[in-house]
């Protein structure tokens, strides 16, 4: 992983996004079970276990979010 990455996996879980958080996304509870894994600089995922269904996800880190923690004003 590259420093930029890093870096950004670290705001990310400044946000939120960090092992044992419970956080909504795309309309369905999550209880996340792991830190964010960066793919790209504008691709992220993260595990989680989906409340409703028990059932093991993972789940892209929307891009406004990883566009923030990257610090794109515009994302804002």
């Not at 504008?42 to 990257?70: C, H, T, W, Y």
């Amino acid at each position: 992983m590259t420093k930029k990455q890093t870096s950004l996996c670290e705001r990310l879980k400044q946000l939120g996004f960090k092992q044992e958080n419970q956080m909504r996304l795309y309309g369905e509870e999550f209880e996340l079970l792991g830190d964010p894994l960066v793919v790209r600089d504008d691709l992220v995922f993260v595990d989680a276990i989906e409340k409703k269904s028990g059932q093991r996800r993972r789940v892209r880190i929307p891009l406004s979010m990883v566009s923030m923690a990257n610090g794109d004003r515009r994302a804002a």
